[in-house]
């Protein structure tokens, strides 16, 4: 879904930022630019200063020093200059529940400063954008969760901004909506809007991204374009052998007959009788099932590995995928609580 297009000039400039809470380093010189027409991804555990570093960028907290700029605007010492050219959907709707979705869009309409008619217009058109013409003048509050998300980013692009800043955009929401949501944001992108995304879902950003920063213990790690983060992988080989030996003693010892008899191999033994394999070399796969039934087990799937922005988090980060969808889950029941 993500799409290749040239880039411009950076919009988005960030330099040396840095915000504590008390004893806290929150965010600790974060440096980074977002290109014009970019649709660039944070990626981070919990508590990584994610959040902390969105708020500053649009105006929400203020630094404890260091520069922000939105198309040469400095953010910092004027923030109201540049509130016209950014649009803001955060994790959690910000929007007024007793209003219907049409009052909701033309009351934020009016505070950019559109007339009465233009607001009712883009109003009516972004809500057939959405699929929500049916529900313009139920109340907000009677939205599902997916239609709420929905609602808050037409709300975020009612005045048209070059740059839009979604946080999580697709956590706590049915799949369906989240598949729509993708779809909007892509949509955006491919007409010429800069974005600015954090999620915890990481083949989300795989999919959307252009160019990925990840962010741990209030530091920016690595920041590169998904082919050079993935670039480093496809130089070697992966091989998962899936076999009917489930017992975790007897796959422990499995991978250690494999180790000493394929010495150029890595190998680990994961759950439920898998069996993962890395070398530099294409693997072959027949000695490998020989020796499995050699020991007992019957190979039923030997499948090559491609490689994904889930194994460069890990390296990054020490963190698995399942540890962020825990955090997204828990997010998600929290958003259902509110």
């Known amino acids: 879904m993500g799409v290749k297009q040239p880039l411009g000039s950076p919009i988005l400039e960030v330099q040396g930022l840095h915000k504590r809470f008390g004893s806290v380093q929150a965010v600790a010189q974060v440096d980074f630019t977002v290109a014009q027409g970019e649709l660039f991804g944070f990626l981070g555990p919990n508590g990584a200063g994610k959040t902390t570093t969105i708020n500053m960028l649009t105006g929400l907290a203020r630094p404890d020093g260091g520069s922000v700029r939105i198309a040469g605007i400095d953010c910092i010492a004027k923030p109201r200059a540049a509130q016209h050219l950014i649009g803001v959907v955060p994790d959690e709707s910000n929007l ?45 509050s009677q939205y599902s969760k997916g239609m709420k998300r929905k609602l808050t980013i037409a709300a975020g692009i009612i005045h048209r901004p070059p740059i839009l800043f979604l946080d999580e955009p697709t956590t706590g929401i049915d799949v369906a909506s989240a598949r729509q949501v993708r779809e909007k944001i892509a949509d955006l992108h491919r007409q010429g809007t800069t974005i600015f995304l954090t999620t915890h879902y990481i083949e989300e950003a795989e999919r959307l991204c252009q160019r990925i920063a990840f962010i741990v213990a209030g530091r920016i790690v690595r920041c590169a374009t998904l082919s050079a983060l993935l670039e480093p992988l496809r130089q070697r080989h992966q091989l998962l052998i899936s076999c009917t030996l489930s017992d975790r003693v007897v796959m422990a010892k499995l991978a250690r007959h494999l180790a000493v008899a394929f010495p150029a191999l890595q190998v680990q033994a994961g759950a439920a009788g898998q069996i993962r394999l890395e070398g530099e070399q294409p693997i072959a796969v027949g000695p490998l099932v020989r020796l499995i039934e050699a020991q007992g087990g019957e190979v039923f799937e030997a499948r090559r590995l491609q490689p994904n922005l889930e194994e460069v988090f890990l390296q990054i980060t020490g963190l698995d995928a399942q540890a962020l969808q825990g955090e997204a889950a828990g997010r998600g029941r929290r958003c259902g609580q509110a």
């Open 96 to 140: 007024y529940p007793e209003l219907s979705g049409f009052d909701n869009l033309c009351f934020c309409a009016a505070l950019y400063g559109l007339d009465r008619r233009e607001r009712q217009l883009r109003a009516r058109q972004l809500l057939d954008q959405f699929g929500l013409s049916a529900a313009a003048d139920r109340k907000f």
